[in-house]
């Protein structure tokens, strides 16, 4: 399985952006899609995620109520609906997957997203 983000970019704060990851191969029952993103000079922290076998999602509370995590079964594909960005979700966005919560045993390339004040 191999992860691909895309739609990065810069927006305003209060704006919108929706992140994409193209999942090349086939997932298991078990896999659990997610979000990371890498701020300049901090660790990688956990945004969110998506159980592929019941649809549970589970939010940092850092973007809860902002962010939706979601699923396109036929495209293949993990969608990062962000709205209400702050200068603060400046940050290189990272897909990932796995089968175990919070999901980090595969990785996308990484796309930046920049919120300007």
């Known amino acids: 399985v191999e992860l691909a983000e895309s739609g990065g970019g810069l927006v305003q704060a209060g704006g919108s952006l929706r992140l994409s990851c193209k999942i090349s191969g086939r997932t298991y029952s078990s896999y659990i899609a997610g979000w990371f993103r890498q701020a300049p000079g901090k660790e990688r922290e956990f945004v969110a995620a998506r159980r592929q076998s019941t649809g549970r999602e589970y939010y940092a509370d850092s973007v809860k109520g902002r962010f939706t995590i979601s699923r396109d079964s036929a495209q293949n594909t993990v969608y990062l609906q962000m709205n209400s960005l702050t200068p603060e979700d400046t940050a290189v966005y990272y897909c990932?997957?796995?089968?175990?919560?919070?999901?980090?045993?595969?990785w996308g390339q990484g796309t930046q997203v920049t919120v300007s004040s």
């Open positions: 990932s997957g796995g089968s175990t919560y919070p999901p980090q045993t595969i």
